[in-house]
């Protein structure tokens, strides 16, 4: 089992996922543990494979690319990768590197000293790390969006969206088996899962840089993203994230 397993889902990504993973593999060659990097591809139609094939012959079975089954959405391939993770620890970022791989330690050393089940970087706690800022409308339409999901679940977070996760073995295993949201709206409601079930959260403040090439539509994505945030009460009424489903939907199908 290596320490820690680092999440990419991909879509389309040929032009930046080499960058992203050299860097990325140049970081985790310093470290004194051992480490896995398993890129989800989410049904793309460049050559992503085909790139992140042609880099295992600098690392070997440390990288894996996972093959969705057609184009399902990053909730979905964050959900895949992290249930076929095997690390002590599984981190999952986005393709654009937004925030270095300098950072991991952030999110990894305090799970790593017992203090913390689920670790999620922040571009809202500290301004001074945002080296790059997003475009005036896409702040404001974002802090926006956080206010309504703070309403509507509950979670007293700055920031859900940033795509920095790091979980626990136990708290992945449990969580991602409970997640029901396929789109971009999977952030905020993996971290109601977990905060419903007795995990200990951390939102901490992360490097963080705006890098063009988004797949995030700056009006569509947000109003989906409500959308599919408003279904989460709904499905805790349900009963969809309680720890008997836990178990009973812990042996997820992988998805090679």
Known sequence: MPLLSIVIPAYNESARIGR????????LDQQSYSSEILVVDDGSQDNTVE??????????????????????????????GMLNSAGEIALFFDADLSTPAGEIPTVIDPIR???FDVVFGSRALDASLIDAHQSSLREAIGRTGNFILRT???????DTQCGF??????????VFALQQI???GFDPEVLFIAKKLGFR???????????????????????????????????????????SEAKKNGQAKRQY
Request: no cysteine; net charge positive.
């Open 182 to 184: 396929d789109g971009f």
């Open 152 to 158: 509507l679940t509950g979670l007293d977070f700055k």
């Open 165 to 174: 996760k790091a979980f626990s073995r136990r708290a992945a295993d449990t």
């Open 113 to 115: 000293a017992g203090q």
């Open 51 to 80: 790139v992140v094939t042609a880099l295992k012959s600098r690392v070997g079975e440390r990288l894996q690319v996972i093959r969705n089954p057609g184009n399902k959405g990053k909730g979905y391939a964050v959900r895949n």
């Open 20 to 27: 992203t993973l050299d860097a990325t593999i140049d970081y």
């Open 201 to 243: 959260l951390l939102e901490t403040p992360v490097r963080w840089s705006h890098v063009e090439g988004s797949k995030v539509h700056v009006i569509g994505t947000p109003l989906k993203v409500l959308l599919e945030i408003s279904t989460i009460r709904i499905n805790d009424i349900a009963g969809k994230y309680d720890q």
